[in-house]
Structure formats: C-alpha cells, structure tokens
C-alpha cells in the first residue's frame, strides 16, 4: 500500500507533510499538494461558512476520518514502543493516532486480534497537541476546554506535533529536508512553486517568497492560497536544519498553520512536523526546544521501563 495512503489515518496535514518530506525533489507533487488542499478548501465550501463556525480549529482545517480512526484517536492507556530506535512510554494524553509498522492504513480493518504491544514495537506515526511554551498536553477537562476555546484563533497557544518513524521514517533521514531546500530560487514550471530569497534573514532564518502571478486571477502569487512563504535555518555544514512553510487562506476567519520539519537525529531516526499559527513563527526555535525536550523525555531508563529518563531526572532535583 502506497505510504500516502496507508499514512491518511493521521490528520490531513500530516498526510501533506509526508508528501513534502518524500517528494519534495519532484515537482509533480507540488501539483498533487495544490489539488489536495484545493479539495478540501471546495469541501469546506460545501458545507457552509456555518462549518468553521462550529467546529474546532482541527475540524475546521483538517477535515473527516474514518469511524475505525476515530475510535482509535485517543489512547486508552500509556503508549509504549520503539521510537526511531529509542525505547518510549508516552502518556496516554498526549499520544493521538498512534501507528505501528504493519498497522492497517486509513479506512482499514484489522486482520486478527490486535498485537501485545513492547518496548520493541516499532511506532511509525502519532500525533501530539501541546500548549506552547509549556508543553502541557490534553490531560484535564481543563485543558480540552481551554484548546477548543482557541478555535481559528489567530493567538492560539497551541501546537500539533506529527512523528513519523519506523517505516514512515524518510528513506534520505536527515538529509531529506536538504532535498525540500534543493530547488528553492530557482525556476519552476508550477507558477506556485517560483521563489526568491529575501536579502535580509528572518528571525535567523533564509526567507523565500513567491514570485510571479496567479495565471487565472493576474493577481500576485504572494496573495494566493496556494503559495507559501518558505524559511530554512542551515547548520555550520550547510545542510538544512530546519524547513519552515506558511501558507494563506481566502476562507473568512480562517487560519493556515506554519509547518516546521526538522529530526531527532542522532538521539532517534524520528521525523518531526510541527505545525503552528502564524504569530508564533519569531519563536520557531523555541518551539523547535520544547518539541524536541518533550519527545526526548519520553524515553524510558533501561533501570526501570515503568519511568521515563524526565520522571527520573525530576524525581531527582526535587
């Protein structure tokens, strides 16, 4: 089963993001990506502008699932597993579709009774929503109440974390963010996909915008909901650190998430995309920090499995 299809479980964001981190040297995906958001921005439509009135900013921007999904978004208890190599118990609050290599794909069913999970079963994808900067997850009534309250809020404090590891993991691994930078101000046969680099940098990071025009409107490429602004962070190699994109959107009140991508390497071969509202982009790094903390502090001390190494040092301090 082809990785797009058998990653869609996930929500819709995260399955653009594999298309990105899988293709992104092929520009035929860049008209994939295009039809795909075009989709479901029509769906959208369909429903009503009372749609993204009622629903909550997820609903609202990465649309449906099937009911076998649905079930299995919330974990019943703490997830445990194989992380990129790095042996994890995830707090059950925090773990949101979790896969595993061979689980069925989206809209699937489940051959056989479900496997005894270890600490030697390999996690391809799960989904974390955590509230920046503190990184609490959904673990009261509270806290469901205060993430639901931010809604299309263009200050939402919240983040969506997607993991993808095991056999999702980027068959290039660290190198896979150099091929999504490779092309970037240079021409492009998709009018959506022309960029130039900024002279100055951005909160530390190369800034491309688009370039051109919208060949159906006239109007600037810079002004469509199919573009986006790009910014790359390198490290003293020259190899791309950090891939940040920031799109638009002409649906009232609605709001387009930056997707930042960077890895666990070396600690774990763990791809990760983080996606938050635009206002947060000046403390990318941070966000960068704490994603990377709170992934980190889920590995389990080979002492003692039934605690993590960030239960431990904190038991520790106190």
Not at 234 to 243: E, F, I, P, Q
Request: glycine share 8%; hydrophobic share 35%.
């Amino acid at each position: 089963m082809p990785i797009i299809i058998k990653q869609a479980h996930v929500e819709t964001h995260w399955i653009l993001e594999m298309i990105d981190n899988q293709n992104s040297n092929n520009k035929k995906i860049s008209f994939l990506r295009s039809k795909t958001f075009g989709f479901f921005l029509g769906l959208a439509a369909v429903f009503g502008y009372a749609y993204w009135e009622v629903h909550s900013f997820k609903a609202a921007q990465f649309g449906f699932e099937p009911p076998e999904m649905a079930r299995a978004r919330y974990a019943k208890k703490d997830v445990i597993g194989n992380l990129g190599g790095m042996k994890v118990r995830i707090p059950r609050y925090y773990a949101e579709y979790v896969q595993y290599d061979g689980d069925p794909g989206f809209g699937g069913k489940r051959n056989g009774a479900l496997p005894d999970r270890t600490f030697d079963s390999r996690l391809s994808s799960f989904g974390i929503e955590a509230r920046f900067p503190g990184m609490k997850g959904l673990e009261d009534q509270a806290a469901v109440n205060e993430y639901k309250s931010y809604q299309l809020n263009p200050d939402n404090p919240w983040i969506s974390i997607s993991i993808n590891a095991g056999e999702f993991y980027p068959g290039l691994g660290a190198r896979a963010r150099d091929g999504q930078a490779r092309n970037l101000g240079q021409p492009s046969e998709f009018w959506f996909d022309n960029h130039e680099r900024l002279p100055s940098s951005i909160y530390g990071l190369e800034a491309y915008v688009p370039i051109g025009a919208d060949p159906k409107t006239g109007k600037p490429a810079r002004l469509s909901d199919l573009t986006k602004d790009i910014y790359v962070f390198r490290d003293l190699s020259g190899h791309v650190d950090t891939y940040i994109s920031c799109g638009r959107t002409l649906v009232p009140r609605g709001v387009v998430p930056c997707h930042m991508r960077f890895g666990l390497e070396p600690e774990a071969e763990v791809s990760v995309s983080v996606a938050f509202h635009p206002k947060l982009l000046k403390d990318w790094s941070a966000i960068r920090q704490a994603s990377t903390h709170l992934l980190l502090s889920f590995k389990v001390n080979e002492a003692d499995p039934k605690k993590t190494t960030d239960s431990l040092q904190n038991s520790s301090a106190m």
